[in-house]
C-alpha cells in the first residue's frame, strides 16, 4: 500500500468498512474492476476492497 485506505466489504465508499490498512500494509490483489481492486491484507488478511489509487504500481 503506497498510503492508508480502508478496506472496505464491497466496491464502493458506501459498503461497510472492516479495517484501516496502513501505508506498507501488505495487499494481495485478486481483481480489479472500475477504481476497486478485491484482494486481502493487513496482519489479519482479511478479504475486501480497496481503491486501486492506494496501492503500490
Do not use: C
Not at 485506505?5 to 472500475?34: H, K, Q, V, Y
Amino acid at each position: 500500500m503506497t498510503s492508508a485506505a480502508t478496506l472496505r466489504a464491497g466496491p464502493g465508499d458506501e459498503a461497510e468498512a472492516l479495517i484501516e490498512l496502513e501505508a506498507g500494509d501488505s495487499f494481495a490483489m485478486l481483481d480489479n474492476s472500475l477504481g476497486w481492486a478485491w484482494g486481502y491484507g493487513g496482519k489479519q488478511r482479511r478479504v475486501g476492497y480497496v481503491r486501486a489509487e492506494s496501492l503500490d504500481h
